[in-house]
């Protein structure tokens, strides 16, 4: 195999089209079945039920904004239990992407919607007494349709690049620098995961199915490539996917204002996440519980939408009810499951109710006035989800 040197340090790196062949080989086999395997090895299990830090002095927990993926339960129950020894009080729900899970007397669930008056995709986290889903049949039809966005987008995300769609690739090209031959390696890995999605369809768990296959594949040759190679690959992928983001038909998912009826029918209760990605729905006045005022992405604005929730509430008289803050977390278990050189170092950090924001002092402030904490929240919450 060619091997070229780096031209500053003189260390060598294969050139990706020394690596690229148009054959599936065993290795590429292998490689497929372990990115869309959900069955945890002894080692897997140990780094998810082994938490990096243990929150001693946090009494009280807080999460209502995670996702469990194809990791079980009783792993990540171990993983609290370590974590926050001491917790007197606590409100977990999972979220999981348009898939309804429960924990203890709750479910949850991240559901993909659209939001017609401003013409984009937002996300809502809905949460039930598990009873209230019981016979919630309409619900379950309407998440089981969208559950299908993130395979969709994925077959459209692979097209883009084995067809190839030449606008698109020329645009992610020109974005990220990346050359003829990387762009060839890189069809040549996606043509041989369509190849073989379609050779193993039948076993392949459906959860596995979205845009992070991809990641995860060319993530499995960087002993072989290297981190910076990997890297260049990851940042086009990014680059393509975002496009096809983009262009996608949001005519697909249902309306925002559509999914808050079906829940209020059920008697479940509606939270806006991600507040900075998603400004247009905070101003929208959507009949919903409460918004997310941080979480990893979104901390920039924390304070200012604590005020802006805080002075709604003064304005609403003592029978409406009021709108709660929330901090998520947005902890993705799978991210756990990988070996650590392979884990996205900002998403593998979080972890369920970890949210240092109710500490940190200037927050504090502005919450105390209010008479605000995790354990007002978690009252107030629960009432509404039972009441």
């Given at each position: 195999?060619?091997?070229?040197?780096?031209?500053?340090?003189?260390?060598e790196?294969?050139?990706?089209?020394?690596?690229?062949?148009?054959?599936?080989?065993?290795?590429?086999?292998?490689?497929?079945?372990?990115?869309?395997?959900?069955?945890?090895?002894?080692?897997?299990?140990?780094?998810?039920?082994?938490?990096?830090?243990?929150?001693?002095?946090?009494?009280?927990?807080?999460?209502?904004?995670?996702?469990?993926?194809?990791?079980d339960?009783?792993?990540?129950?171990?993983?609290?239990?370590?974590?926050?020894?001491?917790?007197?009080?606590?409100?977990?729900?999972?979220?999981?992407?348009?898939?309804?899970?429960?924990?203890e007397?709750?479910?949850?669930?991240?559901?993909?919607?659209?939001?017609?008056?401003?013409?984009?995709?937002?996300?809502?986290?809905?949460?039930?007494?598990?009873?209230?889903?019981?016979?919630?049949?309409?619900?379950?039809?309407?998440?089981?349709?969208?559950?299908?966005?993130?395979?969709?987008?994925?077959f459209?995300?692979?097209?883009t690049?084995?067809?190839?769609?030449?606008?698109?690739?020329?645009?992610?090209a020109?974005?990220?620098?990346?050359?003829?031959?990387?762009?060839?390696?890189?069809?040549?890995?996606?043509?041989?995961?369509?190849?073989?999605?379609?050779?193993?369809?039948?076993?392949?768990?459906?959860?596995?199915?979205?845009?992070?296959?991809?990641?995860?594949?060319?993530?499995?040759?960087?002993?072989?490539?290297g981190?910076?190679?990997?890297?260049?690959?990851?940042?086009y992928?990014?680059?393509?996917?975002k496009?096809?983001k983009?262009?996608?038909?949001?005519?697909?998912?249902?309306?925002?204002?559509?999914?808050?009826?079906?829940?209020?029918?059920?008697?479940?209760?509606?939270?806006?996440?991600?507040?900075?990605?998603f400004?247009?729905?905070?101003?929208r006045?959507?009949?919903?519980?409460?918004?997310?005022?941080?979480?990893?992405?979104?901390?920039?604005?924390?304070?200012?939408?604590?005020?802006?929730?805080n002075?709604?509430?003064?304005?609403?008289?003592?029978?409406?009810?009021?709108?709660?803050?929330?901090?998520?977390?947005?902890?993705?278990?799978?991210?756990?499951?990988?070996?650590?050189?392979?884990?996205?170092?900002?998403?593998?950090?979080?972890?369920?109710?970890?949210?240092?924001?109710?500490?940190?002092?200037?927050?504090?402030?502005?919450?105390?006035?209010?008479?605000?904490?995790?354990?007002?929240?978690?009252?107030?919450?629960?009432?509404?989800?039972?009441?």
């Amino acid at each position: 195999m060619k091997l070229i040197k780096h031209s500053e340090d003189g260390t060598e790196c294969r050139t990706f089209q020394a690596v690229a062949t148009e054959e599936i080989t065993d290795d590429d086999r292998e490689r497929f079945f372990q990115v869309v395997s959900t069955d945890l090895a002894p080692w897997q299990v140990e780094q998810v039920i082994t938490p990096p830090s243990v929150q001693v002095r946090q009494e009280a927990l807080l999460a209502v904004h995670w996702h469990p993926e194809f990791v079980d339960m009783e792993h990540i129950r171990t993983r609290v239990n370590a974590m926050f020894p001491n917790r007197t009080e606590e409100l977990l729900i999972p979220t999981q992407h348009n898939v309804l899970m429960s924990w203890e007397n709750y479910t949850g669930v991240e559901v993909d919607c659209f939001s017609s008056g401003f013409n984009r995709k937002v996300q809502l986290l809905l949460h039930f007494a598990n009873e209230r889903v019981e016979n919630a049949n309409v619900l379950k039809s309407m998440l089981a349709h969208t559950f299908k966005y993130r395979s969709g987008q994925l077959f459209e995300f692979m097209h883009t690049i084995t067809k190839p769609d030449e606008a698109r690739i020329n645009q992610a090209a020109k974005s990220t620098g990346a050359d003829a031959d990387l762009i060839e390696f890189v069809r040549i890995n996606v043509f041989k995961v369509e190849q073989l999605l379609d050779a193993n369809w039948t076993d392949v768990p459906r959860l596995s199915v979205k845009n992070k296959l991809l990641r995860n594949w060319f993530d499995t040759m960087r002993p072989t490539l290297g981190d910076n190679a990997v890297d260049r690959v990851q940042a086009y992928l990014k680059a393509v996917k975002k496009l096809v983001k983009q262009g996608f038909n949001l005519s697909f998912f249902y309306r925002a204002s559509e999914v808050i009826e079906e829940v209020r029918g059920l008697g479940g209760c509606v939270i806006i996440p991600h507040p900075e990605q998603f400004w247009p729905i905070l101003l929208r006045n959507y009949d919903v519980d409460g918004i997310e005022v941080w979480n990893p992405q979104s901390q920039e604005y924390t304070e200012f939408l604590i005020s802006v929730v805080n002075e709604q509430n003064e304005r609403r008289s003592a029978s409406e009810r009021k709108m709660l803050i929330f901090m998520g977390d947005d902890c993705h278990m799978g991210e756990k499951t990988k070996p650590v050189d392979q884990q996205d170092t900002a998403k593998a950090a979080r972890e369920i109710g970890l949210q240092p924001a109710w500490d940190d002092l200037n927050i504090r402030k502005k919450l105390i006035v209010n008479g605000i904490s995790r354990r007002t929240i978690i009252r107030e919450y629960k009432d509404r989800l039972t009441g």
